[in-house]
T-cell receptor
């Protein structure tokens, strides 16, 4: 298994659908992240979980709902999305620690390419 | 808030050297990271600078000047497989390790 696995790789959904994105990490990390990547824009941090507790919710609309049942799994539940939500959704993990004690790189999955019709 | 600037596109010849610059504005700065992302792939970590100076890892080097809020990624002996997007990212305080990314520089290596 690769370090961070995301499913599905591609998802097409209508605006009234409900779907979930799944992320699993096999690196023993204690922090997990959702990022949104749109064309010509920086990676946007959406949510952060550290030790299974949500520590960041970056003003994300409520139509996106994260869930972190344990340190290895992260979900992003989607409902009543808009076409502008079409993007690549990237999951990442790291060993969360005080940056003064050294860097802990983010390890990304390959992402879910979401298209909202 | 945090902001980073880097060129949107760079083209370089195979075998040459290319430098991708990054300037940033941030509070609570810890360090500057670089990530590589091939089309359709995941961003992968390349380097991290917490202190001023040059860090070398094989063909790639990264530089940081904290006083100038500036860094760069240097790629030597360019290969076709180096064609990818390169993102600078600041690691800054926020109660946990917080990382904010730039918009990325798309590098095209030509024969």
């Amino acid at each position: 298994e690769t370090g961070v696995t995301q499913t599905p790789r591609h998802l097409v959904m209508g605006m009234t659908n409900k779907k979930s994105l799944k992320c699993e990490q096999h690196l023993g990390h204690n922090a997990m992240y959702w990022y949104k990547q749109s064309a010509k824009k920086p990676l946007e941090l959406m949510f952060v979980y550290s030790l299974e507790e949500r520590v960041e919710n970056n003003s994300v609309p409520s139509r996106f709902s994260p869930e972190c049942p344990n340190s290895s799994h992260l979900f992003l539940h989607l409902h009543t999305l808009q076409p502008e939500d079409s993007a690549l959704y990237l999951c990442a993990s790291s060993q969360d620690r005080n940056p003064n004690r050294g860097n802990s790189p983010l390890h990304f999955g390959n992402g879910t390419r979401l298209t909202v019709t | 808030g945090q902001s980073l600037e880097q060129p949107s596109e760079v083209t370089a010849v195979e075998g040459a050297i290319v430098q991708i610059n990054c300037t940033y504005q941030t509070s609570g700065f810890y360090g500057l990271s670089w990530y590589q992302q091939h089309d359709g792939g995941a961003p992968t970590f390349l380097s991290y600078n917490a202190l001023d100076g040059l860090e070398e890892t094989g063909r790639f080097s990264s530089f940081l000047s904290r006083s100038d809020s500036y860094g760069y990624l240097l790629l030597q002996e360019l290969q076709m497989k180096d064609s990818a997007s390169y993102f600078c990212a600041v690691v800054h305080s926020g109660g946990y390790q917080k990382v904010t990314f730039g918009t990325g520089t798309k590098l095209q290596v030509i024969p």
